[in-house]
């Protein structure tokens, strides 16, 4: 059965750095929108399907060439979009995820210094007419999210273990990124109460909802 174009679903992705208190919004975010009575798919990335989740291990784990580590991102995201993404938006489920290609620009290009042009060209390659229709960008000081994610748990992979510097500049690129991309991406100050986010987040998330009903 054909389906009418305005019946595809909405991709809501949500970023910021390692610490940034992503995973309770996200949590909250699924909950309205399931209680709303939508059918949600929640994925992260690197990540959200067999394959991908293989390349994750890898991508977080081994050091490696910052161009090498910017290609997996994107075989991992290529596999994620052709089996996940794309088949649900196209049955009208909605997608949540956690990261998507505004990682590879704050961590690959602003963190590593990968070429912007290559990144470009890869975003061009892997997606070239899918964004997001919302970005939830947690924006907090490199030191509170250090606070958080040493008190958070016992693990840490090799992108948590990075400096502050490193931390700084990818801040730095979300940031510049949301200012390029301002209709889509909103800023959320992730320095506040979990309380005050959420309600922020959810406002958002909202206002989503109406524009699509
Ligand atoms: P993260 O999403 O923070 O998961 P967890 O909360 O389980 O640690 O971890 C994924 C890491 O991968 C994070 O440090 C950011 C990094 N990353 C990139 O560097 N580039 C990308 O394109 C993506 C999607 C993630």
């Given at each position: 059965m054909?389906?009418?174009?305005?019946?595809?679903?909405?991709?809501?992705t949500?970023?910021?750095?390692d610490?940034?208190?992503?995973?309770?919004?996200?949590?909250a975010t699924?909950?309205?929108?399931?209680?709303?009575?939508l059918?949600?798919?929640q994925?992260?990335?690197?990540g959200?399907?067999?394959l991908?989740e293989?390349?994750?291990?890898?991508?977080?784990a081994?050091?490696?060439?910052?161009?090498?580590e910017?290609l997996?991102?994107?075989?991992?995201?290529?596999?994620?979009?052709?089996?996940?993404?794309?088949p649900a938006?196209?049955?009208?489920?909605?997608?949540?995820?956690?990261?998507?290609?505004?990682a590879t620009y704050?961590y690959?290009?602003?963190?590593r210094?990968?070429?912007?042009d290559?990144?470009?060209?890869l975003?061009?390659?892997?997606?070239?007419?899918l964004q997001?229709?919302?970005?939830?960008l947690?924006?907090?000081?490199p030191a509170?999210?250090a606070?958080?994610?040493?008190s958070g748990?016992?693990?840490t992979?090799?992108?948590?273990?990075?400096?502050?510097?490193?931390f700084?500049?990818?801040?730095?690129?979300?940031?510049?990124?949301?200012?390029?991309?301002?209709?889509?991406?909103a800023?959320?100050?992730?320095?506040?109460?979990?309380?005050?986010?959420?309600?922020?987040v959810?406002?958002?998330v909202r206002?989503?909802?109406?524009?699509?009903?």
């Open positions: 054909s389906q009418h174009p305005s019946a595809r679903g909405r991709f809501i949500f970023e910021g750095i610490g940034a208190g992503k995973s309770s919004q996200i949590a699924v909950d309205l929108l399931r209680e709303r009575g059918t949600v798919v994925s992260r990335e690197p959200g399907t067999p991908s293989k390349l994750r291990s890898i991508v977080l081994d050091p490696m060439h910052l161009e090498t910017a997996m991102m994107f075989a991992a995201r290529r596999e994620h979009l052709a089996l996940i993404i794309e938006l196209a049955r009208g489920d909605w997608v949540v995820c956690d990261r998507f290609t505004d704050a690959q290009v602003g963190g210094g990968l070429d912007e290559k990144f470009r060209a975003e061009q390659w892997v997606h070239p007419h997001p229709d919302l970005t939830l947690f924006d907090v000081p509170l999210a606070e958080r994610l040493a748990r016992a693990e992979d090799r992108f948590e273990r990075e400096q502050r510097d490193f700084e500049r990818v801040r730095a690129a979300y940031l510049q990124r949301a200012v390029a991309s301002a209709g889509r991406i800023v959320v100050d992730a320095a506040r109460p979990l309380a005050v986010v959420t309600d922020d959810l406002g958002s206002r989503l909802l109406e524009q699509t009903a």
